[in-house]
C-alpha cells in the first residue's frame, strides 16, 4: 500500500496536518511512537491559544484529536526510526513496519532538555521532574525548586505556587525570557523567592532529593538550599536524532524551506517543534501543521 501521505508524530502539530490533509482527501496515516498529543498533554493550563483564554493541555489535545478523528483520521502505533527514499517513493520504517508514502511530514516535536549535573539521572522519578502537572501533585505542602527562566519554567512555577508550600525558582540570568504578565504572577506569589544568576551544581539526597546546591554565576559562591523536589524547565531538544538522511542545524532541528517547509528530501516536510524557528508554541506548530500539508497536497498532486 502506497500512501499519499504519512505524518510522524501526534502532537498539535501532526494533528492539524493531518485536518488540513484528511480534508484535502488524502490517502494518509499518522504513525505516533506513545500516545496522541505531545508535550501540551504535560502543561496544566493554556493560556496563549486564540480563542481558549484557559483550558488543560489534555482538553486542548483532545479537541484537535476529535477533530481529526472525525475525519477519518487513521492513527497507527509504531515509532518511526528511518526515513529513506525508495525507487518512487518514501520508506518509513517503523518498528514494527515498513510504510510506504509520497509524502512525509515529520512533526516529531521535542523532548527536555537535561542539566546533565550529579543527581539528576539518579534522582529522575524520586524527586526530579519535568512534568509540574504529572509530578506537582507529589510535593504538595513541601519545599521545591524550580530551574529555568522561559515560558515553560515560569508558566510551570506559577502553576506549582497553588500546590506546594514554597518553591525557589533558579535562574542563570537576571532577567527572565518568559512572558511579563506570567512573570508578574509569579512575582506576586507569596511562596515563590527567586535565587537569580545562579546554575544548580548537583542534586543531592539519599533515596529520594533532600538538596539541590546552586553557584552563583559570577563570584562562584556555592550554598545548598534543602528542597524535596527539583522540577526542571531548561529548553528541549528535538527528537530528530533518528533522522540520518535529513539536514539540519547545529541543534538538531531539522532545516526547511521556509516558504512550503519542505526539509532537504524532495517531498518531506517538517512542521512543529521540530523544526528550526525562533518561536515553539502550540499555536506555531499548528500554523505549520497547516502550511506542511498545503505543501503536501500539492506535490502528491505534481506526482499524480
Ligand atoms: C510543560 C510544557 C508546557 C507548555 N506550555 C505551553 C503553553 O502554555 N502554550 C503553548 O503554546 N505551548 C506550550 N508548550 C509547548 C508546546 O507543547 C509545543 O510547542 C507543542 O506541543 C509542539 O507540538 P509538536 O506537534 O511540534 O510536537 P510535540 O508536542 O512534541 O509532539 C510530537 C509527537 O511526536 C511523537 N514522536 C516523536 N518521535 C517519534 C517517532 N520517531 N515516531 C513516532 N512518533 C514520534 C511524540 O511521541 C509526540 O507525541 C509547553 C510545553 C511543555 C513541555
Given amino acids: 500500500m502506497v500512501y499519499d501521505l504519512i505524518i510522524i508524530g501526534g502532537g498539535p502539530a501532526g494533528l492539524s496536518a493531518a485536518i488540513y490533509a484528511l480534508r484535502a482527501r488524502l490517502n494518509l496515516i499518522l504513525i505516533e511512537k506513545m500516545a496522541v498529543g505531545g508535550q501540551i498533554a504535560l502543561s496544566d493550563n493554556i493560556e496563549n491559544y486564540p480563542g481558549f483564554p484557559s483550558l488543560s493541555g489534555i482538553e486542548l489535545i483532545q479537541k484537535f484529536e476529535e477533530h481529526a478523528k472525525g475525519l477519518g483520521l487513521n492513527i497507527i502505533y509504531d515509532e518511526v526510526k528511518d526515513i529513506t527514499y525508495g525507487e518512487e517513493y518514501k520508506i518509513i520504517r517503523g518498528v514494527n513496519e515498513t510504510y510506504q508514502a509520497k509524502t512525509v511530514i515529520i512533526t516529531v516535536g521535542a523532548s527536555p532538555k537535561r542539566l546533565n549535573i550529579p543527581g539528576e539521572r539518579e534522582f529522575t522519578g524520586r524527586g526530579v521532574s519535568y512534568c509540574a502537572t504529572c509530578d506537582g501533585p507529589f510535593f504538595k505542602d513541601e519545599d521545591i525548586a524550580v530551574i529555568g527562566g522561559g515560558d515553560t ?32 504572577r509569579l512575582h506576586n506569589a507569596k511562596n515563590a523567592s527567586f535565587e537569580l544568576e545562579h546554575t544548580p551544581i548537583s542534586i543531592n539526597g539519599t533515596k529520594t532529593v533532600e538538596s539541590v546546591t546552586i553557584e552563583n554565576v559570577k563570584t562562584k559562591e556555592r550554598k545548598t538550599i534543602p528542597v524535596k523536589g527539583v522540577f526542571i524547565f531548561i529548553g528541549i531538544k528535538p527528537q530528530t536524532s ?17 516558504y512550503t517547509l519542505m526539509t532537504s528530501m524532495p517531498g518531506v516536510f517538517c512542521a512543529g517543534d521540530a523544526h528550526s524557528k525562533k518561536l515553539l508554541q502550540v ?15 500539492e506535490f502528491t498532486c505534481d506526482i499524480c
Fill in 283 to 297: 499555536a506555531t506548530a499548528v500554523g505549520e501543521g497547516a502550511l506542511a500539508a498545503t505543501s503536501a497536497i
Fill in 242 to 258: 533518528f533522522l540520518k538522511n535529513i539536514e539540519k542545524d547545529e541543534n538538531g532541528f531539522i532545516k526547511t524551506d521556509h
Fill in 153 to 184: 519554567a515560569v508558566k510551570e512555577a506559577n502553576y506549582l505556587t497553588k500546590i506546594v508550600k514554597s518553591i525557589v525558582l533558579i535562574h542563570r540570568r537576571k532577567e527572565f525570557r518568559a512572558e511579563k504578565i506570567i512573570q508578574e
